[in-house]
């Protein structure tokens, strides 16, 4: 069930700071994605290729898609013709295989890196050496693709204090790599913080938050 409270007072507390809201609808049905859109809500966001084409299909044009889960090389063809943004870009292998299908498109592809902030192993995502790598001999090369942010997934934990090191964390890499520009790449997007931290993701500088179960319900 969708809690319109919810949405409505999350939606009033991010025009304070300015942040944008992904909405999180995976494994949700149409309907209560639907709901959302009445109330003016255009950014969603799903985990697994297959869903998002099926709702894509069927859902408004004027939807902004962002693809928040772990990415399989072999599906990104089929997202990549109306995808709006591809948060979880965690491998070099994965950059190219965006950077060939649209190209093959005809399109430039927003992406944000996932970087590897929690303390969990089983969490993807760059670490600092491979995004200095990245940036400094890789980049250049792929030219319809374009880094517009990093993203990151704290560790599942009530250790609030834990949660904001690594937001900080994130928002540091943030800082140091927001002064390296090139024509594929300048950040702009920190996407961080989801219905367990996003309070704390903000104070630390997140512009968007993903947030899913307080807006839909817990999911199954
Ligand atoms: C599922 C998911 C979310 C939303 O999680 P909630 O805790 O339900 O808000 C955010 N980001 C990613 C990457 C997810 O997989």
Not at 9 to 14: A, M, Q, T
Not at 63 to 75: A, D, M, R, T, V
Not at 97 to 117: A, M, P, R, T, Y
Request: a negative charge; one cysteine or more; hydrophobic letters at 40%.
């Amino acid at each position: 069930m969708v809690n319109i409270e919810a949405y409505q007072s999350i939606v009033k507390e991010l025009a304070t700071t300015g942040t944008s809201l992904v909405a999180v609808s995976k494994t949700k049905p149409i309907e209560d994605i639907m709901e959302l859109y009445e109330l003016g809500q255009r950014d969603f966001g799903e985990n697994y290729v297959q869903e998002l084409v099926d709702k894509k299909a069927v859902l408004p044009d004027d939807i902004n898609w962002h693809f928040i889960g772990h990415l399989q090389s072999n599906k990104v063809k089929q997202i990549i013709p109306f995808v709006y943004l591809i948060h979880g870009v965690d491998s070099y292998k994965l950059l190219e295989e965006i950077n060939k299908q649209s190209l093959k498109c005809g399109s430039v592809v927003d992406c944000l890196l996932q970087v590897h902030i929690a303390e969990e192993e089983t969490k993807f995502g760059f670490d600092e050496k491979e995004l200095t790598y990245l940036f400094e001999e890789k980049l250049f090369e792929l030219k319809n693709i374009r880094i517009i942010g990093l993203m990151g997934m704290s560790t599942l934990t009530d250790d609030t204090h834990k949660i904001r090191y690594e937001f900080e964390k994130l928002k540091r890499l943030y800082d140091r790599y927001s002064v390296f520009k090139a024509i594929n790449f300048k950040l702009s997007v920190i996407s961080m913080g989801m219905s367990g931290d996003y309070q704390i993701a903000i104070e630390e500088g997140s512009t968007m938050v993903r947030i899913g179960s307080l807006l839909f319900g817990k999911r199954d």
